[in-house]
Nanobody, 126 residues
Framework: QVQLVESGGGLVQAGGSLRLACAAS????????MGWFRQAPGKEREWVAA????????DATDSVKGRFTISRDNAESAVYLQMTNLKPEDTAVYYC???????????????????WGQGTQVTVSS
C-alpha cells in the first residue's frame, strides 16, 4: 500500500505561482511513477503531468507546458508540482497519484494509477 498526502494548495491571483507537494509513505517511493491530476467542478479528472521513478522522464499536458514543472525527491519520498503563471482555468482540486510503470502512451490514463491522494484545492482568481 501507498499513502499519498497533498499539500500546498490555496488561493492565488492570476499570474501567480504555487508549489504543490505530495508526500508518500508505504511502498518504496523510488520504484513508483508519479503523476498529478486535477478536477474542476463539473468536469472529469484530467491528467496534468507525470515523472518517471528516477526523475529521468517527465511529460505534461499541453495546456500547462511551459508553466508547470513536475519534480521529485526520492530521498524525501515526495513529488512536487511547481505552477507558475496561473490562470483562472487552472482552478481545480489537484491530486497526486502513483503507478508502477512509465509508459508514455498512457500517462494520462487514470486507470493505470494504483494509488491516489485526497487532493488539494487550487483556486486562481482573475
Amino acid at each position: 500500500q501507498v499513502q499519498l498526502v497533498e499539500s500546498g494548495g490555496g488561493l492565488v491571483q492570476a499570474g501567480g505561482s504555487l508549489r504543490l507537494a505530495c508526500a508518500a509513505s508505504g511502498r518504496t517511493f523510488s520504484n513508483l511513477v508519479m503523476g498529478w491530476f486535477r478536477q474542476a467542478p463539473g468536469k472529469e479528472r484530467e491528467w496534468v503531468a507525470a515523472i518517471s521513478s528516477r526523475g529521468t522522464y517527465t511529460d505534461a499536458t499541453d495546456s500547462v507546458k511551459g508553466r508547470f514543472t513536475i519534480s521529485r525527491d526520492n530521498a524525501e519520498s515526495a513529488v512536487y508540482l511547481q505552477m507558475t503563471n496561473l490562470k483562472p482555468e487552472d482552478t481545480a482540486v489537484y491530486y497526486c497519484a502513483a503507478r508502477r510503470t512509465y509508459t508514455a502512451a498512457n500517462l494520462g490514463n487514470l486507470g493505470m494509477y494504483d494509488y491516489w491522494g485526497q487532493g488539494t484545492q487550487v483556486t486562481v482568481s482573475s
